[in-house]
């Protein structure tokens, strides 16, 4: 699995359309079927509909939502309860929801990741001013 950070655009591996198949999803986010259905019990804001013949598809959203989710397993190292409350700790503070809710929980992880490196960054510029 290649190691993407948050800051990597996704919009280019992923051609525009209403419903994605579970191997579409698979390919974009370099998961396996298991891992994504296992997600699904254990994220409640993770809930692909099913088309006629039963299989899961998922729209844009569901997929932004799985890549958040990926990011903060794999790369921040949250376990699926730690993942769970910051998915809803930024469900609930999260300003951009309102303006474009397909980007909301990836834009936060830049924003978020942004944060933290602008605090490390100043923190050596202080000390060496004392």
Known sequence: MKNRGPS??????IAEKKYYSMGDVCKLTELEPHVLRYWESQFRSLR???NRSGNRVFRRKEIDLIFLIRYLLYEKQF??????????RIDEGSVLEKKN?????YLFGIKKELTELRNILDRPAKQTKD
């Not at 990597?8 to 591996?13: C, K, V």
């Not at 376990?79 to 809803?88: C, N, Q, S, V, W």
């Not at 809710?101 to 929980?105: A, K, L, Q, W």
Request: charged letters at 45%; proline letters at 8%; a negative charge.
């Open 8 to 13: 990597e655009t996704r919009d280019d591996r």
């Open 79 to 88: 376990t699926i309860e730690g993942a769970r409350r910051e998915l809803g």
């Open 101 to 105: 809710p397909s980007n909301d929980h």
């Open 48 to 50: 692909p509909t099913k």
